[in-house]
């Protein structure tokens, strides 16, 4: 969340920043709420400091056979104990208050952030590679997993209902070929830590990384209250929840292959064929806990990482920054990565990066010590896909597909396909 300290030294730069969101000023309300938090604070203080010395003074009273002064005394004890019960009470709800009433303000952006209101806003940065041509007609990813008989939606319909898919045989395969390709190539060469992570969490998880409170519809929630995870960003990220590092183990980089569960509550109506937006999919993610200091080229480092898969899948794509009105709820800055996809003549989200600032680490009381200097400081928290396995096989299939509705498998996939070089029409 928030320092309500900076908030209350700088309420005009607080408002300016949500204002770039196209959101109402807050400041006033964050500070008036903030003021009754602190007024309640000190009549606490106040009235324990005079309980504990009407306390001492009852044995005074009574060493001198005061005993009239005693009985005042111990009278009120009783009252300011009841008041203290009363500002305790008072307290907790205020301090929830404020709580509730910051967690559900998104983070401030970066001020390189461009100025926008949706993905049309969006500043594309860089292309890489050059999209496949075709003399041919080009089958989407649906057709092309019909036609190798791999590719079943109606068997997951009937199981699980819409937005699912069941994949068999060499596309199942294939998936998994690209998760193992993936985590080998973060592992061994950028860097990371694998991690394999719990898939259900509790409230307090997907608070940390800001899921909740604002997007409980876009979540699944089991009957005894925990939730299945949107992002292995959630229970990874949380992994230092709670905790005080030293900067000497900074950066932490971890990565993890993990089924994710998303309700699709926003989307309605959108990208109802195919893969492109399940209930359930395999996705590799990147997490990097770092300080301040380090953020900004993380950032630009865990950028590099991802992109490096599709460069040696060979699939073009392009790097564009979002702008204010399109980046997400915690992020302060972010880069997507979107695929070149043949039958959609369009670039596609296959990767998003963010860099959270320190708006994740207040949520989970995340603090490194720093080499110099007293106390202790938040840490930065990122994360990015490393990639979308399912949108990364749909980028394969569509830019991979031959004249006869056979797959050529990518060089970079063939050891993880024992040696495979095309998925057959009739297999």
Known sequence: MFDIRWIRENPAAFDAGLARRGLAPMAERAIEIDAKRR???????????????????????????????????????????????????????????????????????????????????????????????????????????????????????????????????????????????????????????????????????????????????????????????????????????????????????MTARTPNFRSEAGAAGKDTRGMIRNHQFWKVELVSITTPEEGPSEHERMLACAEEVLKRLDIAYRVVMLCAGDTGFSARKTYDIEAWLPAQKAYREIASHSHCGDFQARRMDARYRPKEGKGTRHVHTLNGSGLAVGRALIAVLETYQQEDGSIAVPEALQPYMNGKTVIGANV
């Open 39 to 253: 007024t309640c604070q000190t009549e606490l203080q106040d009235v324990q400091a005079r309980r504990n010395d009407a306390s001492k003074a009852i044995g005074a009273a009574k060493g001198k056979g005061d005993n009239e002064a005693a009985d005042a005394l111990i009278k009120e004890v009783a009252e300011l104990k009841e008041r203290t019960k009363a500002l305790e009470d008072q307290e907790r709800d205020v301090v929830a208050e404020l709580e509730g009433f910051l967690s559900a303000i998104p983070n401030l952006l970066d001020d390189d952030v461009p100025d926008g209101k949706s993905d049309a806003d969006n500043v594309e940065l860089r292309k890489i590679g050059e999209p496949r041509g075709f003399n041919y007609e080009v089958k989407d990813h649906v057709d092309l997993g019909a036609g190798l008989g791999q590719m079943d939606f109606e068997a997951a319909a009937k199981m699980s209902g819409s937005r699912f898919v069941v994949l068999k045989s060499d596309l199942a395969r294939l998936e998994r070929a690209l998760g193992d390709f993936m985590l080998d190539l973060h592992t061994n060469e950028h860097g990371y830590t694998e991690v394999s992570p719990p898939l259900l969490v509790r409230d307090e998880a997907v608070f940390g990384t800001g899921q909740l409170p604002k997007f409980k519809e876009d979540l699944f929630q089991t009957t005894d209250g925990r939730w299945l995870i949107p992002t292995s960003e959630v229970p990874v990220t949380n992994l230092v929840r709670e905790s005080i590092m030293d900067e000497e183990e900074l950066p932490l980089r």
